[in-house]
């Protein structure tokens, strides 16, 4: 398996569920810090496991956004900032049967409501095993943009009503 050395920091979490409080390494950055990991993604497993993706410079990205930048222009009812449509949909989902969220599952009742609160000081260098993509290459690029509308209509009905 591939992976990629990451440099992240320890983040303190709350789970909006249970309360429970935890630190986990993220990339979680306030100001000008955040733009420390441009392009940089980690997406967390429900069993606490995780895959790192670096977009920048990658062709499977690149295609991505050029489809949907197409999709977006014909669709202007779509939400366009914003509540946007997790990468993890390209990724191959985990082996535990979870999805892959870009903040961590509470390690206490395995929910993914959690709030970032704050950065602790430590920094941690992990080996992080590369996102794969091979559902998402097999598919027809009919198909890969069936799955980005689908998405996008998600995030339009999950957008809070003004
Ligand atoms: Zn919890």
Not at 11 to 24: E, L, Q
Not at 33 to 48: Q, T
Not at 139 to 156: D, G, M, R
Request: aromatic share 12%; net charge neutral.
């Amino acid at each position: 398996m591939k992976t990629a050395s990451v440099s992240l920091t320890i983040g303190r979490f709350s789970c909006r569920d249970c309360g429970h409080k935890f630190d986990t390494p993220c990339m979680c950055a306030d100001g000008e810090a955040a733009s420390l990991w441009y392009g940089e993604f980690l997406f967390y497993a429900r069993d606490g496991s995780t895959v790192y993706w670096n977009s920048l410079n990658d062709a499977i990205y690149a295609a991505y956004k050029k489809m949907k930048d197409v999709i977006l222009a014909k669709r202007p009812d779509f939400p366009k900032y914003g509540v946007g449509v997790s990468l993890s949909i390209l990724i191959d989902p985990p082996k535990d049967g979870s999805n892959y969220w870009a903040s961590p599952y509470c390690p206490a009742c395995r929910g993914h409501n959690v709030d970032y609160q704050a950065r602790l000081e430590e920094s941690v260098t992990l080996e992080i095993p590369c996102a794969t993509f091979s559902h998402w290459t097999s598919l027809t690029e009919s198909q890969q943009q069936a799955v980005i509308v689908e998405a996008l209509e998600k995030a339009k009905q999950a957008q809070p009503t003004k």
